[in-house]
């Protein structure tokens, strides 16, 4: 199954228990690396590209159900045009 990642308009909630905000995301991702190395042999990761990145699995914190998760509206996501006065 694939997950779809949450975007600047979307985020995920668990169907089961309605958790919004913890998850275990298991993923796979292809990437560069631009290793430092200093004059003593000890390096460091120092910029990081990413060239594919997939979610397999995502676990909610909460109830351990296993992609069990939607992708639903963040908050104010819809409103976000006339700028409505929100609480919190
Ligand atoms: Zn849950």
Redesign the pocket.
């Given at each position: 199954m694939t997950i779809a990642a949450p975007t600047a308009e979307t985020r995920w909630r668990?169907t089961?228990?309605?958790?919004l905000t913890r998850f275990d995301v298991t993923r796979s991702s292809r990437v560069i690396d631009f290793v430092h190395f200093d004059l003593s042999g000890d390096s460091k990761v120092e910029e990081t590209q990413v060239l594919a990145e997939t979610v397999e699995s995502v676990r909610?914190?909460?109830?351990?159900?296993v992609d069990?998760v939607e992708l639903v509206a963040r908050p104010g996501a819809e409103e976000s045009a006339d700028g409505g006065s929100e609480q919190g």
């Amino acid at each position: 199954m694939t997950i779809a990642a949450p975007t600047a308009e979307t985020r995920w909630r668990c169907t089961l228990c309605g958790n919004l905000t913890r998850f275990d995301v298991t993923r796979s991702s292809r990437v560069i690396d631009f290793v430092h190395f200093d004059l003593s042999g000890d390096s460091k990761v120092e910029e990081t590209q990413v060239l594919a990145e997939t979610v397999e699995s995502v676990r909610c914190r909460w109830c351990n159900a296993v992609d069990q998760v939607e992708l639903v509206a963040r908050p104010g996501a819809e409103e976000s045009a006339d700028g409505g006065s929100e609480q919190g």
